[in-house]
C-alpha cells in the first residue's frame, strides 16, 4: 500500500463522541447496551435487574428457547421497504413490541418511570406503568403528550379498597388497558438481592456507599432526588424502608386471590383488561372466562417460580387454546428482532421487554431506552426483509422450520 492509498483509508474527519453518546451510538445490539448497563451502575442495582429466581434455571431457560428457534426465509420476494406498524389492544404501535411493567426502577436511573414513558412516546412504542413504581401513575401519563397510549399494570393488594384506587385513578389518568399480573402471590425467591440486601429505597450499608461511589453518575443522580419508593401507594401502605422486598409484597399482595376476586377489582374498569403471567392452556381459558381480552404469556422474565417454563415453548399451546377469542402477546427472554419475528410467526400479536430497556435506561437514561428501541426495530426490519416479508403480519408459522434432535 502507498502513502496514497494509505491517506484514502484513513478516517479522522469525524470528531470522537465521549461519554454516554458514544457508548449508546458504539452499542450494536441489545447485550452491548447490557454491558454498558453493567459499568454504570452498582452490583446491587445491577444484580436486580439481571437476577432471576432461586437457581435462574427459567431466566437461561427463556434464551435456549429462542436459540432454538428456526427460521426459514423466502428469497427474492421483492421487499424493497418494510412496515412494522401494527395495533395492539386497538393502540397504535410503531412495531410489535412494547415496554414490560417494571417497578420500582429510579433505582436504575434517577429519571426512571418518566424516561422511559417520554422515549416511548418518541418512538410510538406502548409503555406498561407499573403500579409498583416509583413515580406516580398520574405524574407518569402526564409526562407524554396527551393522547399518547399508555397501559396501566396492577398487582393485587390484600386491601380491595387500595386496588380498586388503583382501578379507578389508572381511567382517570387516561390508560388505555389494564394488564392484571397473576404470578405474583408472593415474590420469587432473588437470592441475588438477598445477598446484596437489596431494598426499595435501597440501603446504604458502607459496602454499598462504596460500590456506588465507583459509579459516580449513577451515584450523583441519586443523591440529587428523592429516595425511590413505592410511590403509587406510599400513602396507603407501611414504608418498605425498614422491611425487604419481598417481605413488603408477603404482607401486601394477597396468595388467596382466585379468579372471582379479579372480576370484582376490576368491576370499575370497562376498557381492555390483559393477563399476565399466562404459562398454560388451562389458565388461558380461564382468563379469558373470567374477562380478559388479552393474554400475556410470561414467567416474569425468569423472576417468579424458578423451573416455570419458557414462554416460546407454551406459546403455541396457549394461541391453540384461546387465539381466536384474544389477544396474545409474549414476554421474558425477548432481546433480537429474530426473537420478535419468531413469536409473531407463531400467532403471537407482539412481545412485551422488560430488561432490554432498563439496559438502556442504565446505561443512558432517556437516550439509552430510545436506542434500545432503534436497535430492535432495525433489527425486526432487516430480519423481515431476510425473510422475504414486508410486514409482521405476513409471517406464519410456515416460516418456523424444526431443529433435529441431534441439534437439541
Ligand atoms: C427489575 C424488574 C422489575 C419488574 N417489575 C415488575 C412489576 O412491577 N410488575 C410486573 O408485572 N412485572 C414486573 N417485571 C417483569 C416484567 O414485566 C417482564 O415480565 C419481564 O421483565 C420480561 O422479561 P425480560 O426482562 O427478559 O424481557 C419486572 C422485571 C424486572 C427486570
Known amino acids: 500500500m502507498n502513502a496514497r492509498e494509505m491517506a ?29 448497563f453493567l459499568r454504570r451502575v452498582p452490583r446491587a442495582v445491577a444484580d436486580f435487574v439481571d437476577g432471576g429466581a432461586e437457581d435462574e434455571v427459567t431466566l437461561r431457560r ?7 428457534v428456526v427460521l426459514t426465509p423466502r428469497q427474492f420476494q421483492g421487499v424493497a421497504a418494510t412496515d412494522l406498524r401494527t395495533e395492539l389492544f386497538g393502540c397504535p404501535s410503531s ?55 399508555q397501559w396501566f399494570q396492577l398487582y393485587l393488594w390484600r386491601d380491595r379498597g387500595l386496588t380498586r384506587d388503583l382501578v379507578v385513578r389508572a381511567r382517570e389518568a387516561g390508560y388505555r388497558a389494564m394488564v392484571v399480573t397473576l404470578d405474583t402471590p408472593v415474590s420469587g425467591a432473588r437470592e441475588r438481592d438477598i ?15 462504596l460500590d456506588a461511589a465507583r459509579h459516580p ?81 410470561s414467567n416474569h422474565g425468569g423472576r417468579q417460580l424458578d423451573r416455570a417454563p419458557a414462554t416460546f415453548d407454551v ?42 430497556y432498563l439496559y438502556g435506561l442504565g446505561a443512558g437514561g432517556e437516550a439509552g431506552v430510545a436506542r434500545m428501541l432503534e436497535l430492535l426495530s432495525g433489527e425486526l426490519a432487516r430480519t423481515l426483509t431476510l425473510m422475504g416479508v414486508a410486514t409482521p403480519g405476513e409471517l406464519d408459522a410456515s416460516f418456523l422450520g424444526a431443529v433435529a434432535e441431534h441439534q437439541l
Not at 445477598?195 to 456507599?209: C, E, F
Request: aromatic share 6%; hydrophobic share 50%.
Open 8 to 36: 484514502g483509508l484513513l478516517d479522522l474527519a469525524a470528531p470522537p463522541k465521549w461519554g454516554t453518546a458514544r457508548v449508546l451510538a458504539a452499542a450494536r445490539n441489545v447485550e452491548d447496551l447490557r454491558r454498558a
Open 95 to 149: 412495531l410489535p413490541v412494547a415496554l414490560a411493567p417494571c417497578g420500582a426502577i429510579r433505582v436504575v436511573h434517577a429519571e426512571g418511570e418518566l424516561a422511559v414513558a417520554r422515549a416511548a412516546a418518541a418512538a410510538g412504542v406502548i409503555y406498561t406503568v407499573p403500579s409498583m413504581g416509583s413515580t406516580t401513575l398520574e405524574e407518569i401519563a402526564r409526562a407524554v403528550p396527551p393522547g399518547t397510549p
Open 315 to 356: 406459546l403455541a399451546s396457549v394461541l391453540e387454546a384461546v387465539g381466536d377469542r384474544a389477544e396474545v402477546l409474549l414476554d421474558s427472554g425477548v432481546r433480537r428482532g429474530g426473537d420478535v419475528a419468531a413469536a409473531v410467526a407463531l400467532g403471537a400479536r407482539g412481545c412485551l421487554v422488560g430488561r432490554p
Open 195 to 209: 445477598a446484596n440486601g437489596m431494598n426499595i429505597p435501597p440501603k446504604l450499608t458502607r459496602a454499598a456507599a
Open 62 to 68: 427463556n434464551r435456549e428457547a429462542f436459540a432454538r
Open 217 to 297: 453518575g449513577w451515584w450523583w443522580r441519586f443523591i440529587q432526588s428523592a429516595p425511590p419508593s413505592f410511590a403509587n401507594v406510599t400513602d396507603r401502605t407501611p414504608s418498605a424502608a425498614d422491611t425487604t422486598t419481598m417481605q413488603y409484597v408477603a404482607e401486601q399482595f394477597d396468595p388467596g386471590i382466585t379468579w372471582d376476586d379479579l372480576s370484582t377489582v376490576l368491576d370499575a374498569w370497562d376498557g381492555p383488561v390483559i393477563a399476565k403471567g399466562v404459562l398454560c392452556a388451562a389458565d388461558a381459558v380461564r382468563a379469558v372466562d373470567a374477562g380478559a381480552t388479552g393474554i400475556i404469556v
